[in-house]
C-alpha cells in the first residue's frame, strides 16, 4: 500500500475518531451546563402524566394528587388540567377563572420559536381524553426551565446525517 493511501486512510479513521470523542464528551457536558427541559422532555412526561390519570379514579383529590407530585417532582414547570369547556379543574398557579379564547391562543404565539427564545416561554397543550370526557393538559415552561433546542430540531428536520457531514468533507 502506498505511503499517501496510508497518510489519507490515517487522516480520514482519525477524523471520524475525533468526531465521535467530541460528540461522546460534548453531549453529557452540554447536559451538565445546560440544565432545563426540552420539547422531548415535556412530551413524554404529558403522557405519563395522562397514564396515570387515566389509570386512577377520576375525582378531584385524585387528579390534585397525581398533578402536586408532578409538580414536587418539577418545581419549575407549571401544570393546568381544564376540561373541554374551559373549566379549570387543577392549576399549580392557582388559577379558578377559565381562559378566554384570546388570551389562551397569545400563550402559544410565535411558536415554535418559543422553544429555543431565551425570553420567551414555552406552552405545551396535550389532549386526554378521561371517562368518556374530553381534557387537556397544559404545560408551562418558563424561559428560565427551557433549554435551548435549537441544535437538536436542526438534527431532528435534517435526518440525512450526510448533510452534517458535508461541511466537514470540505476540508478533505
Known amino acids: 500500500m502506498k505511503l499517501s493511501l496510508k497518510l489519507w486512510l490515517y487522516f480520514f479513521i482519525s477524523s471520524v475518531v475525533a468526531v465521535v470523542v467530541f460528540v461522546l464528551i460534548a453531549l453529557p457536558l452540554g447536559q451538565l451546563s445546560q440544565p432545563g427541559y426540552t420539547h ?7 403522557h405519563a402524566m395522562i397514564d396515570e390519570i387515566n389509570h386512577t379514579p377520576t375525582d378531584t383529590s385524585s387528579l390534585k394528587r ?20 374551559g373549566t379549570i379543574l387543577y392549576s399549580s398557579t392557582g388559577r379558578t377563572t377559565p381562559y378566554s379564547f384570546s388570551e389562551y391562543s397569545n400563550l402559544f404565539v410565535e411558536q415554535p420559536y418559543s422553544l429555543w427564545t431565551k425570553e420567551q416561554d414555552a406552552h405545551f397543550l396535550f389532549p386526554a381524553n378521561v371517562d368518556d370526557g374530553r381534557f ?7 424561559s428560565k426551565a427551557m433549554q435551548n433546542t435549537q441544535f437538536f430540531i436542526y438534527v431532528e428536520d ?15
Open 40 to 46: 422531548n422532555d415535556v412530551k413524554p412526561l404529558a
Open 158 to 172: 435534517n435526518k440525512d446525517w450526510l448533510t452534517l457531514l458535508i461541511p466537514f468533507l470540505h476540508f478533505y
Open 66 to 85: 397525581i398533578l402536586t407530585s408532578y409538580e414536587n417532582d418539577h418545581p419549575s414547570l407549571q401544570f393546568e388540567w381544564f376540561h373541554d369547556d
Open 136 to 142: 387537556f393538559l397544559h404545560i408551562h415552561v418558563p
